[in-house]
């Protein structure tokens, strides 16, 4: 359900959360764009903590976007097996590899438009790309964790992740859209469960108009 002044709400959670979790940023390990990229693409559908354990030989094994764009579909499928959904993971970034090689001179890419041409690339990829690896906001990056939340706390009444990002970008003001979504991910991690939120101990649970639903259920 929709809070009657969202904007406000918006800044009233990011004021609240950023005491809570100041440090809120990417757990992804990377050192260059590409590395950014890659790691971004690998974490669809899985943790961040298991495509670090991957990275590290992948990216010793695979130094840059040409080696990756040379890479065998099969080898590379093998070698991010573990990320779950590695057929698909492996093509989009083995086309990546080579579209980032072919029109971009083996340099990632860093506008939003240049970057949803790659293979494997949406928004939301595309905006943890330009944040992390750029220092780049256009947008707001909308995973699993920002989608449950922002419904939960009256912020939007969309699933659609395109619109959902479309309506937190006219609630908040630019200079919190590339952190916004760590605040939330962090939140949803260590409180706004998505089976069992705990609402008791949550320090939004006064403005969430969820809360009570949720703690009247226990």
Same mark, same amino acid.
């Given at each position: 359900m929709?809070?009657?002044?969202p904007e406000k709400q918006a800044l009233e959670i990011i004021k609240r959360l950023l005491v809570v979790y100041p440090d809120a940023k990417t757990a992804l390990n990377f050192t260059t764009p590409f590395e950014m990229l890659v790691a971004t693409i690998l974490s669809a559908q899985s943790t961040d903590k298991m495509i670090n354990k991957i990275t590290p030989a992948l990216f010793e094994k695979y130094p840059d976007p040409k080696a990756f764009a040379e890479a065998s579909l099969a080898e590379l499928e093998q070698d991010i097996k573990s990320s779950?959904?590695?057929?698909?993971k492996a093509a989009n970034i083995i086309g990546a590899a080579r579209g980032v090689v072919s029109r971009f001179g083996g340099v990632v !890419? *860093? =506008?939003?438009?240049?970057?949803?041409?790659? !293979?494997?690339? =949406?928004?939301?990829?595309?905006?943890?790309?330009?944040?992390?690896a750029f220092g780049l906001v256009?947008?707001?990056a909308v995973d699993t964790h920002v989608k449950r939340l922002t419904e939960r706390?009256?912020?939007? *009444?969309n699933t659609d992740p395109v619109k959902i990002e479309q309506d937190l970008m006219a609630l908040l003001p630019r200079t919190y859209w590339g952190d916004f979504s760590?605040?939330?991910i962090?939140? =949803?991690?260590a409180v706004c469960d998505a089976k069992k939120p705990h609402c008791p101990e949550c320090v939004l649970k006064d403005i969430c108009p969820s809360a009570f639903l949720f703690i009247q259920a226990e």
């Open positions: 929709l809070v009657e002044n779950g959904f590695f057929h698909n !890419p *860093s =506008g939003m438009a240049d970057m949803l041409t790659l !293979p494997g690339v =949406g928004r939301k990829t595309a905006n943890v790309v330009l944040h992390n256009e947008g707001i706390l009256g912020l939007t *009444s760590y605040y939330l962090d939140h =949803g991690r």
